[in-house]
């Protein structure tokens, strides 16, 4: 399977909540940024970590979704565009999203990077 197979599969798992299979995806020593504006933001090191901070989305958000509209292949490095929602008792938000994830020879995720318009979202927060 390709990188760009495996990263389209992990937006399926994880658009379905399907933590489980998403792990597999990663290297049990990923690393994981994203904005310290926000709550779980900042670097999160390790799979089990990174899976605990996905399964607390829904403490933050009522409804959220990250959908993929490009996905770009550069060599170990796959950089996905797209789509974020997300709302909570203080409303709602959408923005575009620059996710660039490196993966090792195993086709795991070593390190991912979610880069999105976080004062939108730390504004509903």
Do not use: C
């Not at 489980?20 to 310290?36: C, N, R």
Request: glycine share 8%; proline share 3%.
């Amino acid at each position: 399977m390709s990188n760009i197979d495996t990263a389209r599969s992990a937006y399926e798992a994880f658009g379905r909540g399907d933590l489980a299979t998403l792990q597999d995806d990663f290297a049990e020593d990923a690393v994981w940024y994203t904005s310290e504006e926000l709550p779980l933001g900042g670097e999160t090191r390790g799979r089990e970590e990174i899976m605990a901070n996905f399964a607390q989305i829904p403490n933050y958000w009522t409804s959220f979704s990250v959908e993929p509209s490009e996905f770009i292949d550069a060599g170990d490095t796959v950089i996905v565009l797209g789509t974020q929602r997300a709302g909570n008792d203080n409303g709602s938000f959408e923005s575009p999203f620059v996710h660039v994830m490196r993966y090792d020879s195993d086709g795991k995720v070593v390190r991912g990077e979610f880069h999105a318009d976080s004062a939108k979202a730390a504004k509903l927060l």
